[in-house]
């Protein structure tokens, strides 16, 4: 690949001298623009032939050819100068426009390097952001794409540990030893309950259910015995075998 020379594209240089910042002002500031060490001034300009010949800077209006000329100024701190191509003494041609600010030198872009850097510039930012999201994106057959973020794994990290609270029982296990303890509770009645913490405990009167008299037992268990005496009915007799006709 051929080297390419800074003076192909002057956009991003700039130029200083700073002897002559301090007494920089509207009639010298070309004098300083047509210094040898400016890579922005062209030595085959008009203002250098006038120089040489020691005239005004008004014979450059009878000239043909390319002319710098100070267009805007803001003094002390802002000058404008353009570079021409001067055709007529009413017509020109602007080419460039420099600009020194604190006597530093430097090319104003034209509209279409504007745009193509502020265009480079967006494109950059959104590859830029595009390969950064394609960085975070997994994907495994089973479970299909997910994101995992670099800081995820930090929060899970500094994030404080809460231990879950353990229930002593499920309500099922409640629910079954109530029922338990209430069935013993009726098998087994207790003999004394206590009103109050701490005072003492009273008996209970347990109430006996009357038992059956004796006779009525024993004429329960004779009626099963009766039951059972009784004859069964007469089973039917087994067919009659016929002879077969031959």
């Known amino acids: 690949m051929a080297s390419v020379d800074f003076r192909d594209n002057l956009l991003g240089i700039s130029w200083v001298d700073s002897g002559w910042v301090p007494i920089l002002n509207p009639g010298n500031v070309l004098d300083y623009f047509s210094e040898r060490s400016n890579p922005f001034y062209d ?30 100024a803001q003094e002390p701190i802002l000058y404008i100068i353009r570079k021409q191509q001067r055709q007529s003494p009413t017509q020109d ?12 030198v430097y090319q104003a ?5 504007v745009i193509s850097s502020r265009a480079l510039s967006a494109v950059h930012g959104i590859q830029s952001a595009f390969d950064e999201a394609m ?24 994030k404080p540990k809460t231990k ?19 069935d013993l509770r009726t098998k087994f009645p207790p003999t004394f309950y ?17 038992e059956p008299p004796a006779e009525a037992v024993k004429q329960e268990e004779r009626e099963p015995a009766t039951k059972s005496s009784a004859p069964a009915p007469p ?5 009659e075998k ?3 006709l031959q």
């Not at 872009?109 to 390097?113: E, F, V």
């Not at 499920?170 to 030893?177: G, K, T």
């Open 43 to 72: 030595r085959t300009c008009n203002n250098e032939v006038v120089k040489m010949q020691r005239l005004t800077l008004e014979h450059l209006n009878q000239m043909v050819g390319v002319e710098y000329i100070l267009l805007h």
């Open 93 to 104: 041609i602007p080419l460039a426009d420099y600009y020194i600010i604190a006597g530093v």
């Open 109 to 113: 872009p034209d509209l279409g390097t």
């Open 135 to 158: 960085s975070y994106c997994r994907y495994h057959p089973s479970k299909g794409y997910w994101w995992h973020f670099k800081d995820q794994e930090e929060r899970e990290k500094n």
């Open 164 to 182: 879950k609270k353990e229930e002593a029982s499920s309500l099922f296990q409640r629910h079954r030893v109530d029922t338990l303890l209430l």
């Open 194 to 210: 206590q009103p109050k913490p701490g005072e003492k405990p009273i008996p209970v009167e347990v109430k006996k259910e009357p």
């Open 235 to 239: 089973s039917k007799p087994p067919p």
């Open 242 to 244: 016929r002879a077969r």
